[in-house]
């Protein structure tokens, strides 16, 4: 282990890239590498040097050029890498400052990689919206990883920045005395063609049902969180389809991983209400982290999907129904696997959407927050909420264009803010970047935070 640390040394010194994108021929590494290249060499971008890394030596370079169009592609390392060679890993990681994973599915794809980013003392990003792999991977590496000076960061894209940051946003709005005591996210896609999902995220779907045991194993067998203390009483359960009149929209509950991240960030607040130390912070950041923080409130915190339609909501609710029915059997597994658009009813399919359905498509994501104009009537009995406040983030196509471009800022911020950051860990996406200008940078990328109102309500 010491001689691949002296080499990892060594590397620094000479041939060290600032970040190597694994799986950048895949459906989503290539969108992650176009959106990387607009950074590569830019005046005060720190990435100056950068490869790609794949089993196929061909597609990445065929990758590159798609990516590149219609300039000519840039010299740029293509590195054959098998995560089921773990020379081959080690390898990369002796090579890098960071790896951007996009092979997925993480269950069955990912720990190889953690594992040797850990062992490496490289920091790792990915694009995972799965909690088992999330989940498992902070079990088994978190304490190593603190020890080497990894930092691993999951859910860097879709899944779940604009959960994590917009409910930080919504959070900030309420100004004491004021304080929330739920907030409810709605995310709505829309596009002028017709809406179609990466298959790797349906495979992701699939393979979480077939794995839901595993998860709730790993959850028994870990010391309960410490839960943050939300003031007022739970919310009510609701009606399984919502209507919300407010937005126009009819909604159903979303299994994602986003509620799921959200809580372990507010869960390491619970803990750390100043948030997370950086391995080198200056007083200035230390001052902005603590201020940061102070402004964000624990609340309860769901996501639902919504649609214009009570029909919409409907389809996603049969296809839910599909994929919790037949992911239970190896046979149903196989049979979703193999006809993803019949079982989706047309929103997955193996080829993935074409670029015009891409460009098409959009989010909103709105957030709804309940709770007290006062902190001091949360305490009164079973008291309702008496104000809302309406918040939204808005951007293009969620796997395509939002995650790369969440992701690459991500990078950007991880190379030039490490000293801000912890020096090492495996962590949810919000305590990492909350205290940073990331949501600034997405807006200046056609990701948009906005207040859409505050009102009083009836009690």
């Known amino acids: ?264 960030t507010l869960a390491i607040l619970k803990d750390n209400p100043h948030g997370l130390p950086g391995v080198d912070e200056t007083e200035e950041q230390m001052e902005y982290r603590k201020n940061f923080w102070s402004k964000v409130k624990p609340t309860h915190f769901g996501v639902k999907i919504s649609s214009k339609s009570l029909l919409g909501v409907l389809r996603f609710i049969t296809v839910g129904i599909s994929i919790g029915l037949f992911g239970r059997t190896a046979f149903g597994r196989w049979l979703l696997l193999k006809f993803p658009s019949v079982f989706s009813l047309g929103w997955f399919r193996k080829k993935g959407p074409t670029e015009e359905e891409v460009e098409s498509a959009t989010f909103k994501m709105w957030f709804i927050g309940h709770g007290y104009s006062d902190a001091s009537l949360a305490s009164q009995g079973n008291r309702k909420p008496d104000t809302e406040i309406i918040t939204r983030v808005m951007g293009p196509e969620v796997g395509y264009l939002t995650t790369p471009i969440i992701l690459i800022q991500c990078a950007l911020l991880v190379l030039n803010k490490r000293n801000d950051m912890p020096k090492g860990g495996v962590f949810s996406p919000g305590i990492v970047f909350g205290p940073t200008d990331l949501q600034e940078r997405l807006q200046r990328h056609g990701i948009s935070f906005d207040i859409i109102s505050k009102n009083a309500v009836p009690v």
């Open 1 to 264: 282990m010491e001689v691949h640390q002296q080499q990892h040394e060594e590397h620094k010194l000479d041939n060290y890239y600032d970040l190597v994108i694994l799986g950048a021929s895949g459906f989503t590494g290539k969108y992650v590498v176009r959106e990387a290249l607009k950074f590569l060499n830019t005046p005060s971008s720190p990435l100056k040097t950068i490869a790609l890394a794949g089993r196929n030596l061909g597609k990445l370079d065929d990758a590159l050029k798609w990516a590149a169009h219609p300039a000519s592609p840039p010299s740029i390392p293509l590195i054959k890498t098998d995560i089921s060679d773990p020379a081959s890993l080690r390898e990369l990681c002796i090579k890098t400052k960071l790896v951007l994973n996009c092979v997925g599915p993480f269950r069955l794809y990912g720990e190889p990689v953690v594992s040797t980013c850990v062992e490496m003392g490289c920091d790792y990003l990915d694009i995972c919206g799965e909690p088992e792999f999330m989940e498992r991977m902070e079990v088994l590496y978190h304490d190593k990883a603190a020890e080497k000076g990894s930092l691993v960061v999951s859910a860097c894209g879709f899944d779940s920045i604009p959960a994590e940051l917009g409910l930080m946003f919504n959070s900030r709005q309420w100004e004491q005395p004021s304080i929330p005591n739920r907030v409810e996210a709605y995310v709505s896609l829309e596009s002028d063609m017709r809406i179609v999902g990466n298959f790797g995220t349906f495979e992701s779907a699939v393979l979480g049902v077939a794995n839901m045991k595993q998860l709730q194993e790993l959850r028994r067998s870990r010391p309960r969180r410490a839960r943050p203390v939300i003031p007022g009483p739970p919310p009510p359960n609701g009606p399984t389809i919502d209507h919300q009149k407010t937005l126009g929209l009819w909604a159903v509950k979303l299994p994602s991983a986003d509620s799921i991240v959200v809580r372990r």
